[in-house]
């Protein structure tokens, strides 16, 4: 996981779970009460341009896949030995 800003000591973490779970039919109820809370996060939230746009690559590989119509950047592999 990547920090967006920099986090204080005693500072609560939030994670939102759309951008770990693709998976169609979870849901879950949110009551974190922020403004931007989304009061239902799914397994379908990945496909909103707004949470996209508000995420860039912080997705799990496999969305991000999807998000990007491909696979995601590996490291070139190792060269072989002999
Ligand atoms: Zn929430």
């Known amino acids: 996981m990547i920090a967006r800003c920099d986090i204080s000591p005693d500072q609560e973490l939030t994670i939102d779970y759309a951008t770990h779970t693709g998976v169609e039919s979870w849901s879950m109820?949110?009551?974190?009460?922020?403004l931007l809370c989304r009061r239902v996060v799914t397994g379908h939230?990945?496909?909103?341009?707004?949470?996209?746009?508000?995420?860039?690559?912080?997705w799990t590989?496999?969305?991000l896949e999807r998000i990007t119509g491909g696979p995601p950047h590996q490291p070139?592999?190792?060269p072989r030995a002999g």
């Open 29 to 34: 109820v949110c009551h974190c009460d922020t």
């Open 45 to 58: 939230d990945w496909r909103l341009s707004r949470l996209q746009a508000a995420y860039g690559t912080h």
């Open 61 to 63: 590989p496999p969305l």
């Open 76 to 78: 070139p592999a190792p």
